[in-house]
């Protein structure tokens, strides 16, 4: 199945304004110091370079030789699945957002668990979790430990990258499907999990041994070994390339002989790992591969989460399912699907209460960005989950004693809540930060985005009978900043007071990307330890189109807004 690549170019040289979209971003010379005409990458490292998916830094060097670490994997993983910084559509933008939002809760327990842990990844990483590329396990081999019980940066290896790129392709069916009698010398060092995935990779040429024929499965991947291998699969997603031998391609055509069956879980055989199929009048017991992918509503689940009674379909190859799409909740349900994600927090407003077959069931009112950039309420419905525990203030009410239209905050996971906070009408964030300003297209409404302590968000409006005050002085709303430690008081979701206090600060650093559109201006900037910050520019203050990517800069910052831009070094 082909896939359109979407191309983000990081910025090396002048800025181009792409007239169209009102986006400024830079184009590079994908010719690097470090990477001369004859290396043996050079053409792969160009050519994905073109692509805007892998990049050198703003001085001209590659690093082909630099191992690269989960997030950066992350980040290119992303963009070449469709994930763009610019020039996405309403409908894309959405998606991106919905898909950090449910796993937010999940990224910031990694955050607090891991001192090294990169957050600037973490809207790649919710995305790729969304796509299953990634999932929720891949996430505890970010980072390691070390001996002197040191956090590290851990390399993605070469059997990680193989699985990586199958999904990214999606092929996971294939490679699982397939079966693979040509291995490696080192074929027993390749973890049995991720042997069908480095063997397809194999057959269709994307991956090789070396010339003792080992894979060398537990060895880092550099940045120019993983150009090559996205290269040749961006180039097969693309249909522009067919690395696959006929040989190997006949033995694939010869050995896999796949079927589909579908049904209903009549039975489950723990003893032999196996389930009965309810197939109209006739029943058939199919044994799960070792290996098998399942999924239930759609997210991937283990074969100890299937129950009889569940619909469900697969991928039946060599006599053993090799895939599973099963269903848990009729289609007809209103409650929300299944989450690959643990646990996650939403905050809105109680919509109804009710009891129905499947339990007690809780309606939340949250706010939503529609295609055409309106925010609007949408109601979600979840199955309080046995125990659940339900708080207001210092009381356990019960679940008939929730009154509609007190602000919630529900611990959910899929389909299921596991935690009520309930809060009066007027409720107050105390120590909040401010991390976004939009506005309301349908009424012009300003809506500012502010998270708590907990770093839980909530989306609130500001009206003619706001209250602002800034650092002691009543302000309109639009002179508070992001990065604002904000004490907010609010009715529901409107705003009666907000008092914001931001701090003045300087640092200094080299511009490593531009971002220009009608609604908003940022940079980049990688300060001298390495830590990239997005700053918000003021645009009556900042003239952005005067910057050049690789400037050495001293900004001035009001929270986490410039207010002034000092060059200390033109751009090489």
Not at 250 to 278: C, H, M, P, R, W
Not at 372 to 399: D, H, Q, T, W
Not at 496 to 517: D, F, M, N, R, W
């Amino acid at each position: 199945m082909n896939r359109k690549i979407y191309k983000t170019i990081i910025c090396l040289a002048a800025l181009s304004v792409i007239a169209a979209a009102g986006v400024v971003t830079a184009h590079a010379s994908y010719s690097y110091k470090d990477v001369p005409a004859n290396h043996w990458a050079y053409n792969a490292i160009s050519e994905i370079s073109e692509k805007g998916l892998m990049v050198g830094d703003s001085l001209g060097h590659f690093r082909p030789s630099e191992f690269i670490d989960k997030f950066n994997t992350s980040k290119i993983l992303a963009m070449a699945a469709g994930y763009k910084y610019t020039n996405a559509t309403d409908e894309e933008k959405i998606y991106f957002d919905r898909a950090y939002e449910k796993n937010r809760s999940l990224l910031t327990q990694y955050q607090k668990t891991y001192s090294r842990w990169n957050s600037s990844a973490d809207r790649e990483i919710a995305f790729l979790l969304e796509k299953e590329i990634l999932t929720v396990d891949d996430l505890n081999q970010f980072i390691v430990r070390d001996s002197k019980n040191e956090q590290q940066l851990r390399a993605l290896s070469r059997q990680e990258a193989a699985v990586f790129l199958v999904k990214l392709m999606g092929r996971k069916t294939d490679a699982l499907a397939g079966v693979y009698d040509n291995n490696f010398t080192d074929h027993a060092d390749v973890y049995e999990a991720y042997k069908p995935y480095v063997y397809y990779l194999r057959n269709i040429g994307v991956i090789t041994g070396d010339t003792s024929g080992n894979f060398i499965p537990n060895n880092a991947v550099t940045r120019a070994s993983m150009a090559v291998m996205l290269n040749r699969v961006v180039g097969l997603m693309e249909g522009t390339a067919a690395y696959s031998s006929s040989a190997n391609s006949q033995q694939q055509s010869d050995s896999t002989k796949v079927e589909t069956v579908s049904g209903t879980i009549d039975k489950i055989y723990a003893e032999f790992n196996g389930i009965q199929i309810l197939s109209g009048e006739s029943r058939r017991i199919y044994r799960l591969a070792v290996n098998a992918s399942i999924y239930i509503d759609s997210y991937l689940k283990t074969a100890f989460d299937l129950n009889e009674g569940m619909s469900v379909s697969g991928v039946l190859s060599s006599n053993e399912l090799v895939s599973v799409q099963a269903q848990s909740v009729a289609s007809s349900s209103t409650l929300v699907p299944g989450s690959n994600t643990p646990m996650s927090t939403i905050t809105g407003v109680v919509d109804s209460i009710s009891t129905q077959e499947t339990g007690q069931v809780i309606g939340i009112k949250v706010l939503i960005e529609s295609p055409a950039k309106e925010i609007i309420p949408e109601v979600k419905s979840y199955v309080l989950a046995e125990g659940c525990a339900i708080a207001r203030g210092n009381e356990n009410p019960s679940f008939g004693e929730i009154i509609s239209g007190e602000v919630v905050t529900a611990q959910i996971s899929g389909s299921k809540c596991f935690s009520l906070k309930l809060e009066p009408k007027f409720r107050r964030i105390s120590g909040g930060t401010l991390i976004e300003k939009k506005m309301i297209a349908s009424t012009e409404t300003p809506l500012l985005i502010v998270t708590d302590e907990n770093g839980d968000k909530s989306e609130l409006r500001v009206t003619d009978a706001t209250t602002v005050i800034r650092n002691s002085e009543i302000i309109d709303y639009k002179g508070v900043r992001l990065g604002d430690t904000v004490d907010v008081t609010c009715d529901h979701d409107v705003i009666k007071e907000l008092y914001a206090t931001g701090i003045h600060s300087a640092v200094e650093g080299y511009v490593e990307e531009i971002y220009i559109s009608s609604e908003y201006q940022y940079i980049v900037l990688r300060k001298y330890d390495g830590e990239r910050i997005n700053c918000k520019l003021i645009i009556e203050t900042v003239d952005v189109y005067s910057l050049r990517i690789g400037m050495t800069v001293s900004l001035t910052l009001d929270s986490m807004e410039v207010t002034s831009i000092r060059v200390l070094k033109e751009a090489p």
